[in-house]
């Protein structure tokens, strides 16, 4: 085994359920089996898991429902020729239980961790269903951008060295290193494969063939991956979720939760931020290839823009209101005191926040890209079925995503963002 091979361990007892074994499993568990109600033999189960990775099972019974996730030993999405550990599930357990202490009813609810067979019980989220799949219908969600930015600012800044202190920083640091071989995958298949010939990777051919080769031979841009690379590799800035796309986002009009942060470490914040603007980016251009004569989809198009504003200008607004409160061994109230000191705070905060919206656009960027080179992609633009018209909405995004990687620093506002994702739609389609 190489020293970037993930070590597998399988703990004793453990095995893959299924729809037939998970309810003996339940109903061994008297809180769980309460929960559910009635008679295990009439509890209605069945296995939903549409990610990469995991089993997700729901399962129904008389009194309520469960939803509970399992980790299998292998990338689900490829099979078992590519191992991933099983102590994901303990990461992604130890993460819902920390966010969720930071920012209350914005995850599910979790009833159990179990160690051996490397599953979690969670409350079951109904009638919620995932935002990437409502915003492809064009359902508008009205407390999404504010609720999904409340969640990012309360949890990044209290798992970051303003928020907590020095050594109990550390000690998570420490603890969520064991998470290195879910950061290695996004390491290779975010910051790497897409940049190279990879057997991983795949677009729509041949219509992309030529931007793929040219980003394979862009300089600038893979100088400026690599360098966003090390900062995901280096920079411990807080527990940040990992893999926050709209597809880690489940919705209603009136309640939004955040799911799966499995591939949870100490990373940099701008990881987390930039995901979701990334994929609110990837929506928009998707929504030509999801029009109907009787629907163009221009509002909505708007609307998605809109959010990401309404976004970023919430989480700026709170997670700037945050250092009212405390900035821990960071920023030490003996070097900030008095009105003169406030004013010194005030500006420290403005950099740090407009160093993280440069981040947010570079991580955002190289999602971007990466949904449509590399190996997984979203159903925004899968789910469009004519290569023609989904390589015609990919082409712009990708556009955009080279040039928000490798000239971020010119976009200094959120709207100078989203008035250039509206040139680079505009241009393509002229
Ligand atoms: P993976 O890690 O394999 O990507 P996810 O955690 O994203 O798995 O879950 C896969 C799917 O299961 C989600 O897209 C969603 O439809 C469903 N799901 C996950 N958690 C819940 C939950 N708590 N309640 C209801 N459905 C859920
Ligand atoms: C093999 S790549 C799998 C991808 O699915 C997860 O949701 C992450 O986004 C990861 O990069
Ligand atoms: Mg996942």
Known sequence: MSADQPAIVIPEGYRPLDVHTLAPYLAEQPALRARLGGDPSGWRVDEVGDGNLNLVFIVRGPAGGLCVKQALPYVRLVGESWPLPLNRAFF?????????????????EIYRFDPVLMLIVM?????????????????RYPRAATDVAEYMARTLFFTSDLGTSAAEKKARVALFCGNAALCKLTEDVIFTEPYMVHDNNRWTSPQLDDLAAAFRADAPLKRAVSRLKCKFMGNAEALIHGDLHTGSIMVTQDDTRVI??????????????????????LNYFSQDGHATEADERTAYRAWVLETAETFWHAFAERYGALWAERTGDAYPEALFAGEEGAASLSLARDAAIAELFTDTLQFGAAKMIRRILGIAHNIDFEWIEDPDRRAACERPALLLGRELLVNATAYETIEAVTDAARDFHARAGA
Do not use: C, K, S, W
């Open 123 to 139: 409350e079951l989220l109904e009638p919620h269903i995932i935002m990437r799949r409502g915003m492809i219908q064009g359902i």
């Open 92 to 108: 992604e357990h130890e993460a819902l239980v920390e966010h969720g202490r930071h920012a209350p009813g914005l995850t599910p």
């Open 260 to 281: 799966d942060p499995e591939f949870a470490f100490y990373g940099p914040m701008g990881f987390d931020t930039g995901a979701f603007v990334g994929n609110l980016l």
